[in-house]
Every structure is written in structure tokens, then in C-alpha cells.
């Protein structure tokens, strides 16, 4: 199909849609609402685009016939002057349209749950996931997205065992989701006494956060148990019961909240997280399937897979899955990841626009 072709396409579709949208049974149904709304959303850059397209593409003509046609110089030359100025919009125009058809991932817009959990290298590795922590915090921070802590479990020596948070902002998953795997850290523990390098792992995983469209809770299969949050080395830090373990009876899974002071809060962040733990049993199945195409998104269909090492001695950082290596540290550690985001992204829509050619 030729672009212009399927461009033209996608201008109707997004013309059913906004008919569809426009209908009163699409109101009395507010699930197929939602999607009709989220679809049409996604449309419109390209609509757009392609109006702009249609536009630039007759003023070139418009112009190249008046330099074939009109005998006045002066208006030769101004025909001549405006194909310089329209030509290199057009060809980056269509750039822009190439990346705008690239298939998206239909969770990149979500919210994100985070969970990050300490691996081989005891306290060290807790350290470490305490860092890694603190290093999405203030990333999060600089893209002003809101992160909240559903349930810690924090090291003897500092940082933690475990911690899972929900990340809140637009894009937040598609920006998140290649955090996920194992990370590795080389460096001299601070209780090394002999000055070696260790290395320790902690692993990541992200997911999109189900919203309540996308799975259908029943309460009598979730069984509500309250108990007091406890702190560091299991003292009570809370004399009310408000701390929520959630269990899923159907399939076991167990979801815990002591964050808030609040059981009603506590409740409906367990609830997102359960949601997002039955969503993510379907969504494996879809990672899985995208992982054996693109070696950028190994690390969501493999959590075994190491992805990042970050080696304190050299003061670099290392992405196994796109061989980059960055000799700014520091610098990442303290949230400013954005560089490797990017060059993770840009990998992976080469590959999304190389699939677009094969199909």
C-alpha cells in the first residue's frame, strides 16, 4: 500500500471514529467510549500530519509549475525561493510521518508500577536497590511525574530489600518499560574492608497500570486481611490496623499496602497493584512475543536478562542491549537517564519501522 494510501486510510478511520463517538449508544457503554476516545486521540497526530502533508505537497506544485510555465522572471524566481524553503519541510515532514506510523505499543501511555528488588550480593545489593530508587525518584522528579510508594521492605545496612511505587504521568511506562531486568553494580562495598571491587545485582520490573477497563475484579475471589505496618527489623511503627494484604484467591496472588496512615488508601493501592498483577498475565504473553523481534525489549520478556552495569572504579555505565557505554556515572545515578532512554527508544522504533517494511 502506498503511504499516501494508507495515510488517506487512516483520515477515514479517524473520521468513523469521531461519527461512532458522536452516536448516544456509545455514551451508554463507557468501556467501548474509552477505547473509541483513546484510538482517536492516537489518530490525530497523523491526521494532522497528513492534512499538512496534502498542503506543503500542492504549494510545491503550485510552485514548480509557475518555474515551467510564467514567463515573469520576477515571479520565477519567487516560485524558485519558496520550492527551497518548502522542499526540505517536505522531505522532513514525511521523516516525521515514517516515525508517526511506526505500530505503538497501546501501554506506552499508561501510568507505571515499579517494583525494584535487591539480588546476589546481600546488604550490598540492598544499597544498591536503595540507589537505584533514589535515581528513578529524581528522574521522575525532572519529568515532574508523581511517584508513590505502595509497600517497602527495607536492608539491615541501608536501602531495601524490596520496594514497589506507581510512577504517575502522562507516557510514564513508555518511558520506564526498558528499566526493566537486571542491573548490576561493581564497585567497593562500604563494608569492605580489604578495598576489593564487588559486584551485586538488583532487578527491576516495570509494568503498565491496569486501569479498571482492562480487568474486571469480582470481590468475592479477594480476600481483605488488615494488620499493623510495621518498620526496620519488624517494629511497630503503627498501632492501628491499617496496613491491607490482599489475596486473589483464583490464582494466589498476595499484594500488601502499609504506606499510608489511611486503610481506605492503603486499600485502593493495593487494589491498582492486584489489577496490574492479573493484567500482567496476559501482558507476559505479549512481551514475550515482542522480545524474540526486538532485542530492546529483551529485558520486559526476559526480567532474567542483564541489562545495565554500572561500574563505579571506571565511573561508567553499560547497556548490554544496545552496546552503549556512557562515562557519566554520577551523573545517571543522580536521575539524569534521559540520554539512555532516548538511545533505547531510537533503537527500538528502528526496529518497529524495520518490522513496518517486512509486513
Known amino acids: 500500500m502506498d503511504i499516501l494510501d494508507k495515510l488517506e486510510a487512516i483520515k477515514n478511520r479517524w473520521k468513523d471514529l469521531e461519527k461512532q463517538m458522536s452516536d448516544p449508544s456509545a455514551m451508554s457503554d463507557m468501556k467501548r467510549f474509552v477505547q473509541l476516545n483513546k484510538d482517536y486521540k492516537e489518530l490525530e497526530p497523523i491526521v494532522k500530519a497528513y492534512d499538512e502533508y496534502v498542503s506543503l505537497s500542492s504549494n510545491i506544485a503550485n510552485a514548480k509549475d509557475i518555474l515551467k510555465n510564467e514567463k515573469d522572471p520576477e515571479f520565477k524566481e519567487m516560485a524558485k525561493e519558496e520550492l527551497e524553503e518548502l522542499e526540505p519541510q517536505k522531505v522532513k515532514l514525511e521523516e516525521d510521518i515514517r516515525l508517526l506510523l511506526i505500530p505503538k505499543d497501546p501501554q506506552d501511555a499508561k501510568n507505571a508500577i515499579m517494583e525494584i528488588r535487591a539480588g546476589t550480593g546481600g546488604d550490598e545489593a540492598s544499597i544498591f536497590a536503595g540507589d537505584l530508587f533514589r535515581m528513578y525518584q529524581k528522574y521522575c522528579e525532572s519529568r515532574k511525574w508523581q511517584v508513590d510508594v505502595v509497600d517497602l521492605n527495607e536492608g539491615t545496612a541501608g536501602g531495601f530489600k524490596e520496594i514497589v511505587f506507581n510512577v504517575i504521568g502522562e507516557g510514564a511506562y513508555g518511558f520506564l518499560k526498558f528499566e526493566s531486568g537486571v542491573h548490576r553494580v561493581q564497585r567497593v562495598p562500604k563494608t569492605e574492608t580489604q578495598g576489593r571491587v564487588h559486584t551485586s545485582a538488583a532487578s527491576v520490573v516495570v509494568l503498565p497500570e491496569a486501569d479498571e477497563f482492562d480487568v474486571e475484579l469480582n470481590d468475592k475471589d479477594i480476600r481483605k486481611d488488615t494488620f499493623c505496618s510495621s518498620g526496620p527489623g519488624g517494629q511497630s511503627v503503627n498501632t492501628t490496623y491499617s496496613a491491607i494484604r490482599l489475596t486473589h484467591i483464583p490464582t494466589g496472588i498476595v499484594v500488601s499496602c502499609q504506606d499510608e496512615k489511611s486503610q481506605i488508601k492503603n486499600l485502593a493501592k493495593a487494589m491498582k497493584v492486584l489489577r496490574t498483577r492479573l493484567y500482567e498475565r496476559e501482558y507476559a504473553k505479549y512481551l514475550e512475543e515482542m522480545s524474540t523481534k526486538r532485542k530492546t525489549m529483551v529485558s520486559t520478556g526476559d526480567r532474567s536478562a542483564k541489562i545495565r552495569t554500572y561500574n563505579w572504579p571506571q565511573g561508567r555505565?553499560?547497556?548490554?542491549?544496545?552496546?552503549?557505554?556512557?562515562?557519566?556515572?554520577?551523573?545517571?545515578?543522580?536521575?539524569?537517564?534521559?540520554?539512555?532512554?532516548?538511545?533505547?527508544?531510537?533503537?527500538?522504533?528502528?526496529?518497529?519501522?524495520?518490522?513496518?517494511?517486512e509486513e
Open 317 to 357: 555505565v553499560t547497556d548490554h542491549r544496545i552496546n552503549l557505554t556512557m562515562y557519566n556515572l554520577q551523573q545517571v545515578i543522580d536521575g539524569d537517564i534521559q540520554e539512555l532512554v532516548d538511545k533505547l527508544q531510537m533503537a527500538e522504533n528502528a526496529e518497529r519501522l524495520k518490522e513496518g517494511f
